[in-house]
């Protein structure tokens, strides 16, 4: 069996004291590979010192996540497209988005940073990993314009309704991510899945955050995502074996790494 994590931060602080255990608990766990989404500019050089670290395990993406859109955006997209530029091998233009959940200050900022990423996921054929919390409407507000296009990627850490779903599933290209919150008491994620055809769904574990039960309250990490796997495939009432190849296969696909 092969584990997939398309989103993790094991590159922050949380895991400094033990990151070689981490990574060995993530292959014990027969997890393969490890995507892990930029956030902004202060996190760029730990992100890279640890996709250097561990080589065909973990791989980065490159962007400006929304909660990290102020005043001073254009100077952190351009920090985005001179990485871009550079010769480190992104494989996603991720984490970007709409979070309209913590502030709301700066939407209309929010949405001019998400174009402009869309457009260089497209000139440089490169997925986009999207965030999404509360703020559906706005963010296929921009998608829309690109709905006939390449543009492909993943919604992470979906908690939306049937309805959500079926308009993301109106862009071909795209795959819904999920973590820990499926495995949540009041989640009524597991009920939405079933409206979901398992060929249009990617694992993840958002590490160090959402940890599934049974670990719910200490800190994720991708080995965790063996726990979303059990739930899904209960969800789904198939085998763990199944569900594990066809969101890996989906996973590795959207990231150009399917062999």
Not at 93 to 121: P, S
Not at 147 to 163: C, D, M, Q, V
Not at 169 to 186: H, Q, R
Request: aromatic share 10%.
């Amino acid at each position: 069996m092969r584990l997939v994590d398309s989103h993790s931060h094991l590159y922050l602080e949380e895991f400094d004291a033990d990151l070689p255990q981490v990574m060995e608990r993530a292959r014990a766990a027969s997890v393969t590979h490890i995507f892990m989404p930029n956030i902004d500019s202060t996190t760029i050089a730990s992100m890279l010192k640890v996709c250097a670290d561990y080589p065909s395990f973990c791989y980065p993406m490159i962007g400006l996540h929304p909660t990290s859109v102020g005043e001073n955006y254009e100077e952190e997209l351009k920090v985005v497209a001179a990485e871009l530029a550079s010769p480190n091998s992104y494989v996603a233009i991720g984490e970007i988005g709409l979070d309209l959940y913590w502030d709301k200050t700066y939407v209309k900022e929010q949405q001019i940073v998400l174009d402009r990423q869309i457009n260089w996921a497209l000139e440089y054929d490169l997925p986009v990993v999207l965030h999404c919390r509360e703020a559906f409407d706005y963010i296929f507000k921009v998608l829309e314009p690109y709905k006939n296009t390449a543009l492909r990627g993943i919604f992470h850490s979906f908690t939306g309704t049937p309805e959500d779903a079926v308009r993301i599933m109106e862009y071909e290209g795209f795959l819904i991510g999920v973590n820990g919150v499926v495995t949540f008491k009041k989640s009524a994620l597991p009920t939405v899945l079933k409206t979901i055809p398992l060929e249009r769904l990617v694992l993840e574990t958002d590490s160090p955050y959402l940890t599934p039960v049974p670990n719910r309250g200490k800190r994720n990490e991708s080995a965790n995502v063996k726990d979303v796997l059990a739930k899904v495939a209960e969800v789904y009432g198939l085998e763990k074996e199944n569900v594990a190849e066809v969101t890996s296969q989906n996973a590795l696909k959207v990231f150009g790494m399917l062999k």
